[in-house]
């Protein structure tokens, strides 16, 4: 009987410990992984300290009055409505308190916007709605890849149960050497997007056609979790932030095995491909970056996402495909996909000129998107 | 002030006004068009409120359940839209037509036949927000500070939007041309300036702000529609733009907008308060000075909503110098109405419990707002639930419950009749607690890292937004009980006395009846 009880509250406890684990109920900021973060964070108390202080006197002296000044109590009223000494004191103390809370602030910021000698630089460009990551100087330098949501369609529509990370999970992470200076450099592909990781403090928009700029240097291993900052279209919820951050020599191992996959990657664009092929690998190519707004059965949510099935565009000229594709559209929701590789692009145009209601029965062939690119 | 009864305003047959609906729509008197503005604000109160109820449902568990997406976040933008635009403005904006010639003495506002022309354009541009929701593609899922590029994607309810916002703008500058006119030119002999009722004084100020930047706002958004259709890049880089500069120009109109919602809130409260103190307003002047430096500080702030675009850090030390000076003349408003109650002689009817929520909520906005006014924390607390959070206890706690706190104290004088005390007790008491179940877990949320403006969140966030949800529901139905308060007051009210608060000295009280004439102060009162 007091076994079952003891195993009964031990499934409890154990219950308990891993909702503590997943952080419910937290009040606080998360728990810094970097220098700067520990800064913010002991900024954040001591300012929270004196605003507490502060509300105390005031509505200390405030319930005072409400409890002792009661007409049921029979006080009568002063008259009293000025006092020159008092107001002159609670002008100035105030503004000496908050001369005292600049001088912690201002150093605070100098020293997290000081973005000099990183050691690691990566540019994060901010696109409706996944990142994209290219490691522009320091080791693993030349390595790019997009960063998409994880988590399956029918964990988000109530289909399947949740996992733990749900909508903090991605494909491919950033990977990061614990200890280094990593710059990171904000833009945005289409509209306004911002770079979130709070254990790591940072926080920096993405704007199209600018280049912004911010920095951290993780003093832990671990996995930081982060997500897209600004309202930036449907999909805002769904881009999340995965910082790996790992050791030097699993960084160095990491680069390695990185460097190879691009190698592997790079195909060779002389290779012929049928159209049957093109449109496998087209298929995944929309699977990862066309499907939430196209969507899986290609008719779209007109009116801001237009259907590609029956599409007139889609069974029209190759040329028009390929450029749209290339550049994007003014003033809609259509991006450029100029960053995908012409094999990419030449697969998934062909797939969508052949599936659904399509079937043009042309293959667009990766040379063609080398020849419109110049 | 003298306690003489302006006779000559008792006969009501001096009202000769068309009756039903043409006596609405051709009204110039001050006091139907404050309470068509009233009743405007109300109605789009439980519009914006729906809108709310919607979000917070969506959030009440993580997973997509009523709404899509796009839906989710043409609710954010017109929820905050028709909240600001649609309810606070326009309910002060009542106050101020029905309480601004009866404080001065004056028999109406300076310009009858534009006030009514400044209310009768905010139905079309309400109905244009309300029609940009089933226009195709739904509205635009934007936010209410439609930030660009993302406007420029946006499906043709933003044009709707950008209309409606020309059109509010315009209705404002009106209200503000005349309120300014009618203080300035109609007080009566012996009304000085400095002894103008505060709630007058506020709305001086608040009329300046509204003159300056409504512009602002109509030029931001013309720039948002020439780049939609005719061909220009303002907030373009590939045109040679800048989308950043959207962002200084809308929150140079947005930061000063946020104190033309709290400043006529500083008015009301500031009647209210030593009313129930029977005790005058300590620090008058210097209320009078705080306000104003508080308007002028607000025009060099705007880009503490900016602090994470990436501007220089020297910009951004500026900034939040400039940002933490606010809090010494808010401070000094909140010690003078602390220093006005003390030592009074206390009663706690509905409006005084409403002026105490507002004291203690709106301090809190405030301690929030000094946490955001540093870089580093906001940088960590920008965009988050940190910040909506906050701005809720300015503008609900803040503005709303001020002009609840409003509604009851001026309720006896409007409709000659009494509420019911007890009724009013539990709205303020329901609303108190359900705002802050609904608002105060938000701060943690924030902390956590959870963004705004997102239709769906990640399981350890799971547990604050079933506690936010419940509270906003709670919030919400509350507000059915004020709306049956005030109609059964209408309808079968006790009748009230002339000065119904025995603390209470501006001139509605001292020499007009509850409720007063159609046409008051047809001749000036005689003050001392």
């Known amino acids: ?374 | 002030m003298s306690a003489v009864l302006d006779t000559h305003g008792q006969h009501d047959e001096h009202a000769h006004h068309p009756s039903g609906i043409m006596r609405w729509v051709t009204t110039t008197n001050h006091k139907d068009i404050g309470t068509m503005y009233l009743w405007f604000s109300f109605t789009m109160f439980i519009v914006g409120g729906i809108m709310a109820l919607v979000i917070r449902t969506e959030l009440f568990a993580p997973g997509m359940q009523i709404v899509d997406p796009d839906r989710f976040n043409a609710m954010t933008t017109y929820h905050g839209l028709i909240m600001v635009f649609g309810a606070i403005m326009p309910a002060f904006v009542g106050f101020a037509n029905w309480l601004i010639p009866m404080q001065i003495g004056a028999p109406d506002m300076a310009f009858p036949r534009m006030n009514n022309l400044s209310f009768w354009l905010l139905p079309p541009a309400a109905l244009l927000l309300i029609a940009a929701q089933f226009v195709p593609g739904g509205g635009a899922g934007v936010g209410w500070t439609m930030y660009a590029p993302l406007t420029v994607q946006a499906p043709m309810s933003m044009d709707l939007t950008i209309f409606a916002v020309h059109i509010l703008g315009m209705s404002s500058i009106m209200g503000s041309i005349n309120i300014i006119t009618t203080i300035f030119n109609m007080r009566a002999p012996g009304m000085g300036m400095m002894r103008i009722p505060l709630f007058c004084w506020t709305w001086v100020i608040t009329a300046f702000l509204l003159i300056a930047v409504m512009p602002v706002l109509a030029g931001a958004v013309t720039m948002t529609l020439t780049d939609r259709h005719f061909g220009t890049a303002f907030f373009n880089a590939a045109g040679g733009g800048d989308p950043v500069l959207y962002q200084h120009i809308f929150w140079f109109f947005g930061h000063p907008e946020v104190y033309i919602i709290a400043i006529p809130a500083f008015g009301v409260i500031s009647q209210i308060i030593p009313a129930f103190s029977r005790k005058p307003l300590f620090g008058y002047t210097s209320m009078v000075y705080a306000t104003a430096s508080i308007a002028v500080l607000s025009f060099l702030v705007w880009a503490h909503h900016m602090y994470t675009v990436g501007m220089p850090v020297e910009a951004q030390l500026y900034f939040m110098y400039a940002t933490v000076l606010i809090a010494v003349p808010t401070g000094v408003k909140v010690f003078n109405w602390v220093a006005t109650i003390w030592r009074g002689s206390l009663t706690f009817e509905t409006p005084m419990l409403f002026a105490l929520g507002f004291l203690f909520l709106f301090t809190m906005g405030g301690f929030t707002g000094l946490v955001l006014s540093i870089v580093p924390i906001d940088v960590q607390l920008h965009d988050t639930y940190y910040v909506v959070a906050h701005f809720h206890y300015v503008m609900v706690a803040g503005a709303l419950f001020s002009a609840f706190g409003g509604i009851y104290f001026w309720l006896p004088k409007w409709t000659g009749r009494m509420y019911n005390e007890t009724l009013g007790k539990w709205h303020f008491w329901l609303s108190f607690i359900f705002f802050n179940v609904t608002f105060f877990v938000q701060h943690f949320l924030g902390l956590a890292g959870m963004p705004r403006r997102i239709p769906d969140y990640s399981l350890q966030f799971a547990e604050f937004n079933v506690i936010s949800s419940i509270g906003a529901w709670g919030f919400g139905l509350a507000q059915i009980l004020f709306l049956y308060i005030v109609v059964s007051t209408i309808r079968s009210g006790k009748p009230a006395e002339q000065r119904q608060w025995e603390g209470a000295d501006s001139l509605e009280w001292t020499h007009l009846p509850s409720p007063p004439p159609y046409h008051s102060f047809e001749t000036p009162p005689v003050l001392r």
């Not at chain 1, 449907?234 to 790996?244: L, S, T």
């Not at chain 1, 797939?351 to 667009?364: H, I, Q």
Request: aromatic share 8%; charged share 20%.
């Open chain 1, 1 to 374: 009987m007091s076994g079952k009880f003891v195993r009964a509250a031990a499934g409890l406890a154990m219950a308990a410990s891993s909702a503590v684990a997943q952080a419910a109920y937290q009040l606080n900021l998360q728990e810094p992984a970097s220098h700067i973060g520990e800064r913010v964070h002991d900024l954040h108390t001591i300012i929270l300290v004196i605003c507490l202080a502060i509300f105390i006197g005031v509505f200390g002296v405030l319930g005072y009055s409400l409890y002792a000044h009661r007409k049921s109590k029979g006080h009568v009223a002063a008259q009293f409505h000025e006092n020159t000494t008092v107001e002159v004191l609670w002008t100035v103390i105030p503004f000496v308190i908050l001369v005292l809370m600049a001088w912690p602030a201002t150093t605070t910021l100098l020293a997290m916007r000081d973005t000099t000698q990183p050691d690691i630089t990566i540019k994060v460009t901010g696109y409706q709605w996944k990142w994209g990551y290219d490691y522009l100087k320091g080791d693993g330098e030349g390595i790019s890849f997009l960063s998409n949501l994880a988590t399956p369609h029918n964990q988000i529509y109530e289909q399947a149960p949740k996992g733990e990370n749900y909508l903090l999970e991605v494909d491919n992470p950033l990977v990061v050497p614990v200890g280094r200076k990593i710059r990171v450099l904000t833009t945005g592909n289409d509209v306004i997007h911002a770079w979130y990781v709070p254990a790591l403090a940072v926080k920096q928009d993405a704007n199209p056609g600018f280049i912004r700029d911010a920095w951290f240097r993780a003093d832990r291993e671990g996995t930081y979790r982060g997500q897209c900052a600004e309202l930036c279209g449907k999909d805002h919820a769904f881009m999340p932030i995965v910082v790996e951050v790992v050791s030097q020599e699993k960084y160095a191992a990491w680069v390695g095995e990185q460097k190879k996959k691009m190698a592997a990657l790079a195909e060779d664009p002389n290779k012929t491909w049928d159209l049957a092929a093109l449109a496998e690998r087209g298929e995944k190519v929309y699977q990862a970056n066309c499907v939430a707004c196209h969507q899986p059965n290609g008719k779209g949510q007109p009116p801001a996402f237009p259907a590609l099935s029956g599409s007139k565009l889609v069974n029209g000229p190759k040329a028009d495909q390929i450029g749209l594709v290339l550049n994007g559209k003014q003033g809609t929701a259509m991006a450029s996909f100029k960053q995908l590789s012409d094999v990419e692009l030449a697969a998934v145009i062909t797939y969508t000129r052949n599936s659904w209601a399509n079937k043009t029965g042309e293959a667009v062939l990766p040379a063609e998107v080398t020849a419109a690119r110049k």
